[in-house]
């Protein structure tokens, strides 16, 4: 028995491991699949992929609970952008609200929400307040973090301050169980990266902790200044931030949800980070921009989505 190649190659680390790998990536393709027949036929897909076109608040009533493990998003900040109508501040509150319960019930055990927002002007309250100021008591979810996005360029001023950033409200489920990959998104800018104390390097050799502000360029536009990966899409993320948001706070292989996927970045970076996406977008025309956005991403690089 002991000499059978079967008992052998059974014993043999490498090709449990490799067997090992390739069970958890039939699991995976397989909890995306089960996702995908809840939420019944996409707009568009691949094979780690799917678009659905739609209120984000019906489709998300209809994903079964737990079945997400990061939703990185940026929803309408109720300042008038041409996908959104302006409405009064407690109705818009309420609105976000509805939506962060559904991702909430569509997170699993020890999932996260990576929330974008930014500033909304308060009727003889505020010129601009910080949105976490409104939505602070109404999440279920733990803040783990608050994250400063800095960005160089943006609206320029005269009798005020040039506003240069937006946070990113890091959610868990559990505050003691979640994903956080520091070393995936360590900063190789590092001062005195041969600096030691008692004879041992002080510093990580892979980079530092990129802490809680980030100085990430936004996506420009413009004659001779376009970003190159601009879309159409008039509010569109940096890759830069998607990616260290996916990397740093999903797992391999997990499932990662947009509900507001505007030009498809979430999707973009999760295809070239190996994990599994799914955007809704309410509109028909953007839903086209990211569709395509992501099959030029797939003929325009040799990656294997
Ligand atoms: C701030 S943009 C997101 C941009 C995106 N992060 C990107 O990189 O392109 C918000 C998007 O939410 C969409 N949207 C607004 N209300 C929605 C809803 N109820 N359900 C789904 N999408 C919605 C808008 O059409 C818009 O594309």
């Given at each position: 028995m002991e000499d059978?190649?079967?008992?052998?190659?059974?014993?043999?680390p490498l090709?449990?491991?490799?067997?090992?790998?390739?069970h958890?990536?039939?699991?995976?393709q397989a909890r995306?699949e089960?996702?995908?027949?809840?939420l019944?036929?996409?707009?568009?897909r691949?094979e780690?992929?799917?678009?659905?076109e739609?209120?984000c608040?019906?489709?998300?009533a209809?994903i079964p609970?737990g079945s997400?493990?990061l939703t990185?998003?940026?929803?309408p900040y109720?300042?008038?952008k041409?996908y959104?109508?302006?409405?009064?501040?407690d109705?818009?509150?309420?609105?976000?609200?509805?939506?962060?319960n559904?991702?909430?019930?569509a997170t699993s055990a020890?999932?996260?929400?990576l929330l974008?927002?930014?500033?909304?002007?308060?009727?003889d309250?505020?010129?601009?307040?910080?949105?976490?100021?409104l939505l602070w008591?109404?999440?279920?979810?733990?803040?783990?973090?608050?994250i400063?996005w800095n960005?160089?360029?943006?609206v320029?001023?005269k009798k005020?301050?040039?506003?240069?950033n937006?946070?990113?409200l890091w959610?868990?489920?559990d505050?003691e169980?979640?994903?956080?990959?520091?070393?995936?998104?360590?900063?190789?800018?590092?001062?005195?990266?041969?600096?030691?104390?008692?004879?041992?390097?002080?510093?990580?050799?892979?980079?530092?902790?990129?802490s809680?502000?980030?100085?990430?360029?936004?996506?420009?536009s413009?004659?001779?200044?376009?970003?190159k990966?601009?879309t159409?899409h008039?509010?569109?993320?940096?890759?830069?931030?998607?990616?260290?948001?996916?990397?740093?706070?999903?797992p391999?292989d997990?499932?990662?949800?947009?509900?507001?996927l505007?030009?498809?970045?979430?999707?973009?970076a999760c295809?070239?980070?190996?994990r599994?996406?799914i955007g809704?977008?309410i509109?028909e025309?953007y839903?086209?921009i990211?569709a395509?956005r992501?099959?030029d991403?797939q003929?325009?690089t040799?990656?294997?989505?």
């Amino acid at each position: 028995m002991e000499d059978s190649p079967m008992y052998q190659a059974l014993m043999d680390p490498l090709l449990v491991e490799v067997d090992a790998t390739r069970h958890v990536a039939v699991c995976a393709q397989a909890r995306f699949e089960t996702l995908l027949a809840a939420l019944g036929a996409p707009k568009f897909r691949g094979e780690r992929h799917a678009i659905y076109e739609g209120d984000c608040r019906e489709i998300l009533a209809q994903i079964p609970a737990g079945s997400v493990d990061l939703t990185f998003t940026s929803p309408p900040y109720n300042i008038g952008k041409e996908y959104e109508t302006v409405r009064p501040i407690d109705e818009f509150i309420d609105w976000c609200v509805e939506w962060i319960n559904g991702i909430y019930r569509a997170t699993s055990a020890d999932g996260a929400l990576l929330l974008n927002v930014g500033y909304v002007s308060l009727l003889d309250r505020a010129k601009s307040i910080p949105i976490p100021y409104l939505l602070w008591n109404r999440v279920p979810f733990f803040l783990q973090q608050e994250i400063v996005w800095n960005y160089g360029a943006g609206v320029a001023a005269k009798k005020f301050l040039s506003p240069r950033n937006e946070k990113l409200l890091w959610y868990v489920k559990d505050a003691e169980h979640y994903c956080f990959n520091l070393d995936d998104i360590r900063d190789p800018d590092v001062a005195y990266p041969n600096q030691k104390k008692k004879g041992k390097l002080r510093c990580n050799t892979i980079g530092k902790n990129p802490s809680d502000v980030w100085q990430i360029a936004k996506v420009t536009s413009g004659e001779g200044r376009a970003s190159k990966e601009r879309t159409p899409h008039p509010a569109q993320f940096p890759l830069d931030l998607c990616e260290r948001s996916i990397k740093g706070f999903s797992p391999v292989d997990g499932i990662v949800l947009d509900p507001f996927l505007g030009s498809g970045s979430t999707i973009d970076a999760c295809l070239r980070w190996g994990r599994y996406s799914i955007g809704f977008e309410i509109r028909e025309d953007y839903c086209a921009i990211a569709a395509e956005r992501i099959a030029d991403a797939q003929r325009q690089t040799a990656l294997q989505f």
